[in-house]
């Protein structure tokens, strides 16, 4: 059985944060930083080597599969941010009707600028990913 490449890495998450560019992608990862801890209350951790997450679920599948992964989180990429949101969207169309321009992956959610966001229906997509990730796991603060 495989076993899960992307773990805690042990890195500051202040120098991930520090090492971002361009100087606006920096300003958004830090208020993307300061929203995940805000309705989370959790403190980020470094995934691999560029993913901030936020809390952590251990799951095992029907297959037999276990791991864990972070609960929520992002990285900041060159062209935007990349926001995880897990298990995936589930019935979340009201919320990111709401949301402003992105376009989304099956957990991941694209963002080119926060200044377009409606950051209050982002703290309520967080908010609805962690209920309906709970759903299915517990999570825990690390």
């Known amino acids: 059985m495989s076993k899960a490449k992307t773990k805690p890495s042990g890195t500051d998450p202040e120098a991930l944060l520090a090492a971002v560019t361009p100087e606006r992608r ?3 990862a830090r208020r993307l930083d300061a929203l995940l801890r805000e309705v989370t209350g959790f403190t980020p951790v470094v995934w691999g080597d560029s993913m ?3 809390g952590r679920y251990r ?9 864990e992964f972070f609960a929520t989180g992002f ?3 060159t062209r935007e941010l990349v ?3 897990m ?3 589930g019935d979340f169309e009201p919320i990111l009707d709401r949301l402003g321009p992105h376009r989304k992956g099956k957990a991941c959610l694209y963002l080119t600028r926060l200044d ?3 950051m209050a229906a982002l703290a309520d997509l967080i908010r ?3 209920e309906d990730l709970g759903t299915r796991w517990p999570v825990t603060p690390d």
Not at 59 to 67: A, N, V
């Open 128 to 130: 609805a990913g962690l």
């Open 52 to 54: 901030l997450g936020y």
């Open 87 to 89: 298990p995936g969207y």
């Open 116 to 118: 377009s966001v409606d």
């Open 26 to 28: 920096q300003g958004d």
């Open 83 to 85: 926001l995880y949101i």
């Open 59 to 67: 799951y095992t599948y029907k297959s037999g599969r276990s791991g």
């Open 75 to 77: 990285a900041p990429r």
